[in-house]
Structure formats: C-alpha cells, structure tokens
C-alpha cells in the first residue's frame, strides 16, 4: 500500500503549477512504480562533463545554452521558435507531463542555478505549465545522501503545447514604454559593479534608465546558490526596495539568466501576478539603434 506521504505528493503534481520541490519529494517522484507518471527529468549544466561524472536517475541532459545563439550580432539571444520547439521536442519536453528542473548548487560565484530558472522560463514560454525546480539542486541531492548515476537516460520525443505563452516576455520597445509610469517596476539583477558600470564586460557600461539593481543572489542561500530563501524571509526586503505584488514588474540582465531568476521567484515562489522578463537584456540594449540608446552609471542596491 502506498504511504500517506508519497499519495499526497502525486495528488499534489495531478494540476498544473510551476515551483519549488524537496529533494526526498522528487525521489518519490522519480522512483515512481508507474513509470508513465515519473517526471520528465532535465539537468540543465552547461559543463557537458558535469553531467556524465555524476546525474539525478532518469536526467536527460539539456545544456541552456543550445537554446541561444547570436542575432544581427548580438551574442546569446534566444532562438526562433521553430529552433527552440525542435529542441525541446528532442529533450522530450511533453505538454502532459511534470518536469523536474535542476543543476549544480554551489558558492558563489558558482551560477549555475541561473541554467534552470533559464530554461524554466523557455518551458513556460512555450506553453509549459507543469514544472518543478528542484530546490537545492544537485548539491541538496546528494547532502540527503541520494546517489546519483552516470548511465544517459534517453525521453521519447515530446509534444508541446500548440500555445506559446509569449504575454511573459517583454522586447525594448515594452521596456521604454514601461519605464517611469507609475506601479511599474524595471529591475536589473546583475552584481552591484555592473549595475553602476563598475565592469570589464560590457560593450557599454552601465544600466537602462529608471531600472532598479537588486542582485538575484539575494534570493538564494550563501551556502548553496540553488537553495532559494523562503518569502517570509525576503518579504521585507522586497517590499523595502519597492517589489511589490501590486507592481508591474520587468525583470532584465545581461543575457537574460539572471533575471530569468527574478522571474521565477517573484511569479513563482512569491507569487506575483505581473512579472516579465526582458529577452534580449543588456547585450541586446547597448547594441541596438547604433549604440544610442541611453544609459546610466551609478547607483546602489534597491533595498539597502
């Protein structure tokens, strides 16, 4: 007879939702006895070997990265829809299925976190609507002393959603509309220094205009960047930095991995009814219309 526990947690994954799951909740999951009903589990690293020296049983592997490619020159930005259906397909994203999200958890400066809140957002974009990102990720995994495994595991080809969810995205023309009109929020979720222009990365340094920096590792645990803060936690400082539920928010960043975080908290974890992300992020604004549009240096955390 199943236990109390383990038919609650299927009861719990019968609807569509996208959030957070424990480490010994989604072993239950994956050590299903139906093998129709186990998740759809991606591993989301970007370090190919990563994936070979050790993954969660039953993990396809889908590096984020093969869902962007260069545009008009501008490095990483998302690919056609036709290219990012194709891969999903293969990855076997399914429109009937839960899918189980991870990477590595790690100090900072250790991102890989960002690779899943990534390709969660993808997934949802496409119509995805049942996802659950394992918190902690794989370093949680193995602190429970879960094993992992290094055989592949290959999904059917899956069939997605015949709608796209594209109302969570923003372009650059919804971001200059956005910005300034009051209830709405723009904020950047890149490190502090690059935020002010602090940074030997960019083409053009700084932010956009009227955007707000609160860093997406304030979300996340110093001891585990995959482990997210509860809200109750954060609450305050969000509040405190003007992020609010009853905002319009628009999340950015330089290639759109750390405000894809954002995102995922603020909608997913915290609830938020009005979040969205800009795609093309900071690599795309400081390019576009000859390097003209306008930016600004300076500035300090929101919040603090």
Not at 170 to 191: C, H, M, W, Y
Not at 259 to 284: I, M
Request: glycine share 8%.
């Amino acid at each position: 007879m199943k236990s109390i526990f383990t038919l609650l947690l299927l009861a719990a994954t019968s609807y569509a939702d996208i959030s957070l799951i424990t480490a010994p909740e989604a072993k239950a999951l994956i050590e299903n006895p139906d093998a129709a009903k186990r998740p759809i589990v991606l591993d989301t690293r970007g370090g190919y070997k990563d994936y070979f020296r050790g993954h969660l049983p039953t993990a396809h592997h889908i590096n984020f990265d093969t869902l962007r490619g260069t545009n008009e020159a501008v490095p990483v930005q998302y690919l056609p829809d036709d290219l990012t259906k194709a891969l999903l397909i293969r990855a076997g994203v399914d429109k009937d299925r839960l899918h189980l999200i991870y990477a590595t958890g790690d100090v900072l400066p250790n991102d890989e976190v960002l690779s899943t809140s990534m390709v969660v957002y993808v997934l949802e974009k496409f119509g995805v609507q049942n996802i659950r990102v394992l918190d902690g990720g794989l370093a949680e995994w193995k602190k429970q002393g879960f094993t992992t495994v290094q055989d592949y595991f290959g999904n059917p080809k899956g069939h997605l959603p015949e709608q796209v969810n594209s109302s969570i995205a923003a372009t650059v023309e919804d971001v200059q509309s956005f910005v300034g009109k009051p209830g709405n929020v723009l904020i950047d979720a890149r490190p502090i220094n690059e935020f002010r222009g602090e940074d030997e990365v960019w083409l053009r340094k700084g932010h956009i205009p009227g955007a707000i920096n609160f860093h997406w590792a304030r979300l996340v645990t110093q001891d585990n960047t995959h482990k997210f803060k509860p809200y109750s936690e954060v609450k305050a400082e969000l509040e405190k930095a003007g992020i609010t539920a009853d905002k319009n928010i628009i999340c950015y960043c330089g290639t759109s991995r750390e405000g894809s975080l954002l995102h995922f908290y603020l909608k997913h974890v915290a609830g938020y009814p009005n979040v969205r992300l800009y795609e093309g992020a900071w690599k795309e604004y400081v390019w576009l219309k000859g390097k003209s549009l306008p930016a600004e240096t300076g500035g300090e955390p929101a919040g603090r």
